[in-house]
Structure formats: C-alpha cells, structure tokens
C-alpha cells in the first residue's frame, strides 16, 4: 500500500519541509509531538516548555509565548482530546521551527496581556506544516497499516486535520 497525498491541497514545499525537520531531527515515524518538541530542545538548544491554560478554547486552542535566549512555553486547551492535543503542539512547533515567533513579535495589550502577534500567512504555513506533520507522525509500515485497517474496517482516513483525508490507501 502506498499514501499518496491529493494534489489540490499541497502547499509546495511544505512535506518536503517536514521531512527534512525530522531527518535534519533523526526522527522516524511513528511518533509523538513530545518527542519531535525534545528533539527539537537539543537540536536549537531551546527551552520548550508546554502548559495548559484554561482560558484557552473558545476561538484558540493554543498559542506559543517566546521569551528571551531561546525559551518558549506553549499553552493549550486545557481540555483538548490527545488527537487535537497532538496538532495543537505540532502547530505552535511549527511556529518555533519556521522563526514566526521571536520574543519581539511579543505585544502587551492595553489591558495588559500579551500576545503573539503571527501573519495570516504565518499561520497557514503553521497549520500546513503541523498537517504534515500529524500525517507523517503517524506513518506505519504497509503490514502495520492493512491491519489497522482491516480491524477497523476503516477505508480511508477521515480527520486528524484536514490532510490525513487527502491520504489515498
């Protein structure tokens, strides 16, 4: 069996990106976002550190804060199922590792909060990038692949993000 990804929804170049990160990372598939976050740590000698937030939910599910010398803490919806959790990370790594967020993209509000300020197209690439990178996580051997299936019945993807139902078995 091969995966093969549909054409109409490729951004160029970003699955070449995510699997140069994780060869430039030495990781291999299958894995988690933790494991791509402490890979990522030891390669840019960052500090990624990733916390809940309860005020996290409504309309975002996640953010990162950068802070000086290379430190960042990533918040998430607290209450988020282990499969958004996963993109959640994914997406604001993907910020870390493309260089959106820098602590002087950093804005105090006149409230008094903060926030990280990205571009629209920023965000896009984030969101690509962490597809990618959900769907490549995720890749088994062929075997490993027709079992899974097979047990489920399942024919096709259908949703970690939008890219795993652009997957063809």
Not at 24 to 44: C, S
Request: glycine residues 4%.
């Amino acid at each position: 069996m091969v995966l093969r990804m549909s054409r109409q929804t490729q951004i160029p170049g970003m699955r070449e990106q995510v699997i140069e990160t994780c060869t430039e990372l030495k990781l291999r598939p299958p894995f988690e976002a933790i494991d791509l976050l402490l890979r990522m740590t030891k390669a840019r000698n960052y500090v990624i550190e990733v916390a809940p937030h309860p005020m996290i939910g409504h309309t975002v599910s996640g953010f990162v804060h950068p802070f000086r010398d290379g430190v960042f803490i990533i918040y998430y919806q607290h209450d988020a199922p282990k499969v958004l959790l996963e993109y959640i990370i994914y997406h604001e790594l993907a910020h870390i590792w493309l260089k959106h967020v820098t602590p002087e993209s950093v804005k105090v509000l006149r409230d008094g909060t903060f926030v990280t300020l990205t571009s629209p197209q920023q965000e896009r690439d984030a969101d690509e990038w962490a597809r990618y990178m959900t769907a490549y996580a995720q890749i088994m051997t062929g075997c490993e692949l027709a079992e899974r299936l097979h047990a489920t019945g399942v024919q096709r993807f259908s949703r970690y993000g939008k890219m795993l139902s652009h997957f063809e078995v």
